[in-house]
């Protein structure tokens, strides 16, 4: 992975430092008012998952907000800080003006925040909003943890540089609404430029670390995986529907598999948290389409499938017997998966994709269980970079491709070890 794209994770690190003070970069800005204060708060609070604070700001065993994930980089290890309303070791203490430079600006009152926090993207986030989001973490319960001290080294420790990276590299993009599109499609703009912060793993960076904005949405690799290509015409390709879509941002799964990994947890603690409207203006969206007027018609476009009976041609390609052995267990002899168990791989936008990065990653890694709820969970995945060489992995992504989509493409077990290569060097 290249090193200014792994610090792209999907998170929000308020990072702060007793090493460098920062001034003020605007003048003070008035609270917001009393009254209505519960309604704003509730909002808050919704905003507040939309931008999937909890999801980098909450370790497992932690209080919600205290703080702890520890995110890897080129230059060592980052942790996310306390934001919980603890005046010790939290944001408690915070003006509204010193939040909505930190949040906005990337300047905390004790020094520059790192690009992790992806301040390049709420800078997008609307007065509004930011009053709901202050008054929310304002009154979120004490979270007594403290802070952890990141393991950067020099000279990447000293914060001074963040002040170059942020004259050079941030630009403070404003959201601007697309006059000829509708209130629904801006909508989305807004959620996914801003609080969803999608661009800011899904959109490849520069040796800057910043997000190349003529190239927005075409994805990069990002902590061992390929963060997807999630450009309309990308996924209209892979013949995502308004429906499928739709359903994977709202529940982590669709006809098209599920989500895993950093993307399983913005989707456990941020986009199933979201109503209805939000997740239709999303895919409205990244799809640049309207919402279908009847269910029915998202099925139009779903491609021509191979049968899920396997045929001689299938039984005879050197994958099958390594899908027997290996997978079937648990995606059924015919790729139709196992309830709370496995996904489907019929359709599966994984295995679809004609780039085998992330195919090689799982196969090789393997992947968490991952749990929604008691209702929808997976099991875990073994990886298999002990017990399959890379002409079997090969062999095995080419029969997963013949099989089970629409592609006809030979996986070569050189393509196999380039990407492991990738993988250990990570």
Not at 79 to 102: E, R, W
Request: aromatic share 10%; with cysteine.
């Amino acid at each position: 992975m290249k090193p200014s794209l792994k610090i792209s994770v999907v998170c929000g690190l308020l990072l702060s430092s007793g090493a460098v003070y920062a001034d003020a970069s605007s003048t003070d800005t008035q609270a917001p008012l009393s009254e209505n204060m519960a309604q704003l708060i509730a909002q808050g609070k919704y905003l507040a998952a939309a931008g999937d604070c909890s999801g980098c700001h909450t370790i497992e065993s932690g209080q919600a907000y205290g703080g702890g994930r520890a995110f890897d980089t080129p230059f060592g290890t980052l942790y996310s800080t306390n934001i919980s309303s603890d005046k010790q070791h939290g944001i408690g203490n915070y003006s509204y003006q010193q939040f909505v430079d930190a949040v906005r600006n990337g300047v905390a009152p004790k020094g520059n925040l790192y690009p992790a926090m992806p301040y390049t993207s709420y800078h997008r986030i609307n007065d509004h909003d930011m009053h709901a989001l202050y008054a929310y973490f304002m009154q979120t319960k004490p979270a007594t943890q403290p802070n952890r001290e990141n393991g950067i080294g020099f000279p990447f420790n000293i914060r001074m540089g963040l002040k170059v990276w942020n004259l050079v590299a941030f630009d403070k993009p404003t959201f601007t609404p697309t006059a000829d599109k509708t209130p629904l499609w801006n909508r989305g703009k807004y959620l996914v430029q801003g609080l969803g912060h999608c661009g800011e793993c899904h959109t490849p960076r520069n040796f800057m670390m910043a997000t190349e904005q003529d190239h927005p949405l075409e994805g990069a690799v990002v902590n061992y995986l390929n963060a997807p290509n999630i450009t309309s015409k990308n996924l209209t390709q892979e013949h995502w529907t308004f429906n499928n879509l739709a359903q994977f941002l709202k529940t982590g799964q669709s006809p098209k598999g599920t989500a895993f990994n950093d993307m399983f947890i913005v989707e456990k603690h941020s986009l199933t948290q979201l109503n209805d409207h939000d997740i239709t203006a999303i895919t409205s969206y990244l799809l640049n389409q309207a919402q279908p007027s009847q269910p029915s018609q998202s099925a139009v476009s779903q491609p021509k499938l191979t049968s899920l009976v396997a045929s001689q041609f299938d039984t005879k390609l050197p994958g099958y017997r390594i899908y027997m052995d290996k997978c079937s267990g648990c995606h059924g002899q015919n790729g139709q998966g196992t309830p709370n168990v496995a996904p489907a791989l019929q359709n599966n936008a994984t295995i679809e994709n004609s780039n085998i990065f992330n195919t090689v990653a799982v196969l090789n890694n393997g992947i968490e269980r991952q749990s929604y709820s008691q209702e929808q969970t997976y099991y875990a995945m073994p990886g298999y970079k002990n017990s399959l060489n890379n002409q079997q992995m090969a062999d095995l992504i080419t029969y997963l491709h013949k099989r089970f989509t629409t592609q006809m493409t030979t996986t070569t077990a050189k393509q196999v070890a380039d990407i492991k290569k990738q993988l250990a060097t990570n």
